[in-house]
């Protein structure tokens, strides 16, 4: 039933998180893309990301969300679909806002580039375990071109607007 979904999906992870717990073991991250675009652009019904989260936090993990193929804009009404998840009452929780998210093909229009944004302070326990990133594509000139240039004509031409 659509007004209880939220409640009725989320519960499954919900379940599972306190499986694990139980058992003394946490959970290390969730990660869903926040509308399954493979499948069709399946939006989880409103609220699911938010009580998802809470209780993947609540066990000690984090929620990232996949934003490779939903991102910038696809959706119209919202840059990331996870923003898509508001309430049934048009409103946003901040419990729905990812502690990372990762960008990928639309960045760069086909190009290889790809971005992770995270919080500061998923950030910063990276920092502290002293481990330095490296990637292959890493610095690439003609690729942060354009990126830059992918976002420049998504905000110029206004292509959110217009999805």
Known sequence: HPDTAAADYAKYVEEA????QRRGESVR????EGGLSVGGVILPPPGYLARVARAVRAAGGLYIADEVQTGFGRLGSCQWAFEYNNNADHTFEEDAIPDIVTLGKPVGNGMPLAAVVTTAKVAQAF???GVEYFNTFAGNPVCAAAGLAML????TEQLQQQA
Do not use: G, R, S, T
Not at 29 to 32: L, N, Q, V
């Open 152 to 155: 420049h004509v998504l905000e």
């Open 127 to 129: 920092d502290d375990c």
């Open 29 to 32: 991250a969730f990660i869903m």
């Open 17 to 20: 998180c306190q499986h694990y």
